[in-house]
């Protein structure tokens, strides 16, 4: 294993006070570092708060900031965090309008952010998350796993709760982006979690894994590797069977960290031409490394449907370590 960092044991920590340091101006620290907030809140608004375990930056701590979260609780690598964390985030962000967790469907998460709503002194709701058509059930979660459709939903979400809407107004909303929205991952290579010093499973040179989860869970099966367009295809098709897109979309194409940018690129292209095939056109895109899974080489397609509320909260000003435009 070749990483750089000091000693398996602080790679969170030592992660997490560069990332604070680095950002000051938008984000800091919660106490233990048990949570990552806005550097100034907004009172009045409903606070949105997300998290999961650590290896997919940027999410979720890099979306914090105007536009979208308010607080993220990070676990250590691929573990959850523990409701402790969750509920000291919403006490430190709770501005008096309730606050809403965005989680994605992993078992570990689910039941930790329900144990800190149930803990909760405030008015808590939540959206879970589940926009995975790869699986039904998988290693981490019963039901579809919660990917890279999260941070559509929480940057739809946080627009929404920057301009004053109500909680009951955001979680509807959350639910819907959540409904309108369909990922698939492909795996190129394993993943290496620092405290195991090794690959998380095997996959040879000439091999693919299609619709691998986001922690390097298997996915529909293991298949000799294809052309880019080929696999652009059998992604799209099962996005779309599944998604039924009538009209126009948003296209993410998200790296899970090892893929460079012009591969990327190359798969939005081919995506793009397999989604002309089918009448569906992407008016919204975005490509890059958003929710990653640690040194994995691949990728995801996420679709969105859109209408003109999911627009106007994508074209929104937002302003967080990870995405920024509009300000």
Not at 45 to 52: A, E, N, Q
Not at 170 to 191: F, Y
Not at 218 to 230: E, F, S
Request: proline share 4%; glycine share 12%.
């Amino acid at each position: 294993m070749k990483k750089l960092i000091n000693g398996v044991d602080t790679v969170l920590q030592e992660s997490l006070d560069g990332f604070v340091a680095a950002h000051s101006d938008i984000v800091a620290m919660g106490q233990d570092r048990k949570f990552v907030r806005r550097a100034a809140l907004n009172p009045g608004k409903v606070g949105l708060i997300s998290g999961g375990g650590s290896g997919h930056e940027p999410l979720h701590a890099g979306f914090v900031g105007f536009g979208m979260l308010d607080a993220a609780c990070p676990g250590e690598v691929f573990t959850s965090p523990t409701p402790d964390q969750m509920l000291e985030a919403a006490d430190a962000v709770d501005q008096g309008a309730g606050v809403l967790f965005l989680v994605k469907n992993y078992e570990g998460d689910v039941m930790n952010f329900e144990m800190a709503a149930e803990m909760a002194s405030g008015t808590v709701a939540t959206t879970i998350i589940n926009d995975d058509v790869a699986v039904e059930t998988s290693t981490f979660s019963t039901g579809r796993r919660g990917v890279a459709g999260t941070m559509i939903v929480e940057k739809i979400v946080g627009a929404a709760a920057e301009a004053g809407a109500d909680l009951a107004s955001l979680k509807a909303l959350g639910d819907r982006v959540n409904e309108s929205s369909r990922s698939m991952g492909v795996a190129l290579t394993s993943c290496t979690v620092p405290a195991a010093g090794k690959p998380m499973f095997e996959i040879g040179e000439d091999e693919m894994e299609m619709g691998v989860g986001i922690h390097g869970e298997p996915g529909r099966r293991r298949v000799a590797l294809k052309p880019a367009a080929d696999i652009a295809e059998e992604m799209i098709e099962a996005v779309c069977h599944d998604l039924n897109p009538k009209g126009d979309v948003l296209l993410l194409v998200n790296g899970f960290g090892a893929t460079p940018a012009m591969e990327l690129y190359l798969m939005y292209e081919n995506a793009r031409r397999a989604l002309a095939k089918r009448g569906v056109k992407p008016v919204r895109s975005l490509v890059g490394n958003y929710v990653t899974s640690l040194d994995m080489a691949g990728c995801s397609l996420t679709l969105t449907s859109v209408d003109q509320e999911i627009l106007q909260g994508w074209d929104a000003p937002v302003h967080t370590p990870a995405l920024r435009w509009g300000m």
